[in-house]
């Protein structure tokens, strides 16, 4: 499973708590990449839910996302 801030954006918006199969509806319905889509299939526990994009993807950090474009914005 390969997640990237691109592709784990999808998510940002999705009904959590949610199990696996939430989230691939919900993703099959807002027309998220081929790639989302795979990710969610290759979740193993099919029977968890979800509370938070954390769960899905740990290393992800909205608040990292933000600085990085703060700094962008700034060198100009």
């Given amino acids: 499973m390969l997640w990237t ?21 919900y993703c099959e319905r807002i027309g998220a990449p081929p790639a989302v889509i795979k990710n969610l299939q290759e979740i193993e526990d099919e029977d968890e839910v979800f509370e938070t994009i954390q769960d899905v993807w740990p290393d992800y950090s909205p608040e990292d996302d933000e600085f990085y474009y703060d700094d962008e914005l700034n060198e100009y």
């Fill in 5 to 25: 801030p691109e592709l784990i954006q999808y998510l940002e918006d999705a009904p959590w708590p949610a199990s696996k199969y939430e989230l691939l509806d």
